[in-house]
C-alpha cells in the first residue's frame, strides 16, 4: 500500500510536468502567432501610407506641368487630387533663401482622401525655382530646412542653371487622415523627387 501511493504521487508529478510544458508550448505558439498578426497588420499600413506618397507625386507632377506659367511665376492655384481639391493654394516667395538672377516659390498642400478603412492622407511640398535666362543662375539655400527629409548627400543647396526650371517635389503618404497624422498608429512614407 505504500509503495502505491509513492506512484501515485510520482503520476500526479509526471502529469503536471506534461502539463506545463504543454502550456509553455501553447503560450509561445500564442505569442508568436499574435507577433506575425501584428507584422502582417503594420505592412498592411505601411503599404498605405506608401501609396498615398506615390500617388501625391502624380498628383503632384500633373499640377505642376498643367498650372506651369501660375506655379513659376509664384500665383495662386487650386489642386485637385482623388476627387478632393486642396482649395486655393498660395505660395510662400523663398527670396530669403535664393541667391542668384531668378525666383524660387514653395507650394503646400494636402488631401484626405480613400474610404471606408483605407483613409489615408497625402502632403505635398513642392519648390519652384525659375532662373533667367542671361543671369547666372539660382540657388535655393536651405534645402534641408525647406523639405523635410531632404536628403543630407545632396547638400543643403540646389543649383539650377540659367534659364532652367528646377522643381523638387517631396510627399508625405499617411495611413490615416490628415487631422490624425501626429497620432498613435500614423505611418508615414515618404517620396522625394527632383527635375
Known sequence: MYNSQQQAGFALLISMLVVGVVISVGLSILDLSIKQVRLSSDARESELA?????????????????????????????PSCFGVSAGAVTPSNLAANVTGDGDAYKYEYDF??????EVRCTRVNMIVASSTTNGAGITINGMDTLVAGYPASSGTSRFCEAGSRCTTVSVQGYNLPCANTGGIGAVQREVLLEF
Open 50 to 78: 506608401f501609396h498615398a506618397a506615390n500617388a501625391g507625386m502624380e498628383c503632384a507632377r500633373y499640377w505642376r506641368r498643367d498650372e506651369a506659367a501660375l506655379v513659376e511665376n509664384g500665383q495662386a492655384m487650386t
Open 112 to 117: 484626405t482622401w480613400g474610404g471606408g478603412t
